[in-house]
């Protein structure tokens, strides 16, 4: 279903296609213990994470994820003028099962694009790993130029920065009071950022990018949704920030999620529910700015990145 492309706004050569890779969420609960598997590589996890991840799941009514990425490859078919595909990493429609279709449908040449900003071996490593697997089974004749990263491009910071700063007019505005800033990204092992990883400096310098541009002179930058494993993960937490605050004296934060760009259960859950409660315990009340989801300046940042790499390729091939 999700692996059908999207109707460009005109008539462009069918060789091209743009290719949205993300991480995929099953829609309906009973899908989640073999969605677990798929991200876990087939290792299980212990019954009681098993379940409590469904508990999240049914608190949030399921995840968006899919109609929010289906959302945003239309919106940018509609700006590129080129089809746009999406695959899954974890759930359907899986990468393969797009790259298959593509090939059917005979594409040649795509742009591949990660729904996530910034570069971890742990994410987008192994999004690289899956679609050139699938390309070399199903498609061996499709020329793909994976972008690594875009953690700064000028469009996504300001497309951060509308959402942040709405929130931030928004909550002052309802306290009358100076709130403070935690941007957040997704957590990592502690293992792949001592190996050299770039993931953490990517996400720090996204939040500082948009903090300058909003003239935020101090914030901070904390990792949440931290796995249910015991290595350890990458700090700050959201809570120990949240706790540092409350002990100055502050009742309100506001939580912008730098690391995502689509609602789904590491925001309606971990922030929406997990830390607003836990704030609440400790006398702070916790906002948090809007996703990017279909935003028109977000898709005016993917069209750019993505229109860029199809022209710097096609010069190169001419």
Request: aromatic share 8%.
């Amino acid at each position: 279903m999700g692996s059908t492309p999207l109707k460009p706004r005109v008539e462009v050569r069918r060789s091209w296609a743009v290719l949205l890779l993300a991480h995929g969420a099953p829609e309906r609960l009973e899908d989640i213990p073999e969605y677990l598997r798929n991200v876990r590589g087939g290792r299980p996890l212990p019954e009681p994470a098993v379940q409590e991840i469904i508990r999240r799941y049914h608190l949030i009514g399921g995840s968006p994820l899919l109609a929010v990425t289906r959302q945003q490859a239309a919106a940018l078919a509609a700006c590129l003028g080129h089809p746009v595909y999406f695959g899954m990493r974890n759930w359907k429609p899986f990468i393969a099962d797009t790259i298959r279709t593509m090939a059917a449908d005979g594409v040649g040449r795509a742009v591949a694009l990660c729904l996530a900003p910034q570069n971890s071996r742990t994410s987008i490593g192994r999004y690289k790993e899956h679609l050139f697997d699938a390309v070399e089974k199903h498609a061996p004749q499709m020329e793909v130029d994976f972008i690594e990263s875009w953690h700064n491009h000028p469009l996504l910071i300001q497309a951060f920065l509308e959402k942040v700063a709405m929130a931030r007019a928004r909550v002052g505005m309802e306290t009358r009071a100076s709130v403070p800033v935690v941007f957040t990204g997704h957590s990592v092992p502690e293992k792949t950022i001592q190996d050299g990883d770039p993931y953490a400096e990517q996400v720090r310098e996204t939040a500082r990018l948009v903090a300058e541009a909003m003239g935020l002179e101090e914030y901070r930058v904390a990792f949440q949704s931290q796995g249910m494993t015991a290595e350890a993960w990458i700090g700050p937490t959201v809570e120990s920030e949240i706790d540092e605050l409350a002990a100055q004296g502050h009742r309100h934060v506001l939580l912008a999620p730098v690391g995502f760009v689509a609602d789904h259960v590491e925001i309606l859950y971990d922030i929406d529910i997990h830390f607003r409660e836990y704030g609440k315990g400790r006398g702070v009340t916790v906002h948090r700015s809007d996703s990017l989801n279909d935003s028109a300046l977000f898709i005016k940042a993917l069209t750019e990145i993505v229109s860029g790499r199809v022209l710097a390729w096609a010069s190169r091939n001419e």
